[in-house]
Structure formats: C-alpha cells, structure tokens
C-alpha cells in the first residue's frame, strides 16, 4: 500500500533551471495539495485541487504551476528556480471534506 | 488571512509525565481540526482529528477542542522518549478545501 509518491526525493537545481515534482496517490482520492516546509515557517500551501480538472492558489503560489493529469497525479512545476524556493516540498492528498491530510516522504530542493 | 499559532518551543517534559501542547486559531469558522507529528527528516503523520467541542481521547492521547475559545490542544499522557518530534496543529476552512498549519511545537521527552 503505497499511498502518495512523491519524486524525486532530493533534488540541486542552479538559478533558472525549471523541474516538475511528481506526486501519485493510489487511495481513489479527490483532493491533492502541495505544501512547502520551511524552518520556522511551517506548512504552507502552494496549490491544491480539490478534484479532478480543478486547480486553486493557495497560501504561496507565485513561482509555481500545477497540473491536476488525472485523479491520481498531481505535478508541481517550478518554470525558473530561485534560491528562495529551497525547501522542502510534500504532497498531500484526502478524501474529503472534513478528511485529514496523507502527506507523501517529501522532496528536498535546493536551489543554488 | 487565518492563522493558527502555537509555541515553537522546545516544550521538555521528564519520561512519564503529561506533555501538553496548545494551539489557536483565527477562523472561527473552521469546522475541523487535526494534529500531526513529525520526526526530524519525516513527513507530517496524523495522531487525532477532533471536529466537535470536548474531548476525544485515542490511547495516550487526548485532544481537546473549544470553539467559543478557539483553541485546540493535545494531551500526551505517559510520555515516552520516542514521543519527541515536532506537533503540528491544523485546521481546516468552513469551505472543506485547504488545511492551514501552526508553526508546530518541538516536544522533548527525556529519559
């Protein structure tokens, strides 16, 4: 039972350089997020679809696209990488309203 | 913008004792409410959700909610050293669609 894959684990991009994080849930959810964690900042929302073919900003979109492929993938694209945007970046996913959060193990970026 | 604030701590407490961690929100309209754990390196785990006034009690922990007040907390009875992580307190909107995050409270358990 896999529950959300998030890839890569670990990635080093320079200033500029564009990367699409992936994320895949296998529990028939209907709604996916990506946060990003940053020391003394918590959790902070990027985007997040609350269903397939629906995507809304969250908390802290600037610098950040998503796709909602399918119910089970949804991808978190930085088109021009900024050191700024080193963290952490989680994947989530929940069933429905009310429904707490499955996070994913999590991809570290760093961006020098 | 809704807030959710809690003590960033470290909050020590000796081997079986009760480790209380606190959490307030902004929204009062939020409905739902949800504390995770998270090891050093790890992702956030889910220990309780409460969605009602009162207590709600799993095992050794007990959560506490009080909407006139709006605050949330958790009750770590028995402590144990592998209890030592960080706590994060979430809420969700009235509208069902986002989580919104505490800064979390760093818990130390020492032997």
């Known amino acids: 039972n896999a529950g959300v894959t998030q890839t890569p684990k670990f990635q080093v991009l320079k200033t500029g350089q564009s990367m699409t994080l992936q994320c895949a849930q296998d529990m028939n959810h209907n709604s996916m997020y990506w946060y990003r964690q940053d020391p003394g900042m918590g959790l902070r929302l990027i985007y997040y679809s609350a269903s397939e073919g629906t995507t809304d900003k969250g908390e802290v979109p600037n610098g950040y696209n998503v796709s909602r492929l399918n119910k089970r993938e949804f991808s978190l694209r930085l088109e021009s990488a900024a050191p700024s945007q080193t963290s952490v970046y989680f994947c989530?996913?929940?069933?429905?309203?009310?429904?707490?959060?499955?996070f994913g193990n999590g991809t570290r970026l760093t961006v020098t | 913008q809704k807030e959710v604030e809690q003590n960033s701590g470290p909050l020590s407490v000796p081997e079986g004792a009760i480790a209380s961690l606190n959490c307030t929100y902004s929204d009062r309209g939020s409905q739902s409410f949800f504390w995770y754990r998270q090891y050093s390196g790890k992702s956030p785990e889910l220990i309780m959700s409460?969605?009602?006034?009162g207590d709600k009690e799993d095992g050794r922990f007990t959560a506490q909610l009080n909407k006139a007040s709006q605050y949330v907390s958790l009750l770590i009875r028995d402590s144990q050293p592998s209890d030592s992580a960080t706590y994060l307190c979430a809420d969700r909107n009235n509208a069902g669609n986002m989580l919104t995050f505490g800064g979390g409270t760093r818990l130390m358990v020492k032997p």
């Open positions: 409460i969605y009602s006034n």
């Open positions: 989530a996913s929940s069933d429905s309203y009310n429904s707490p959060l499955h």
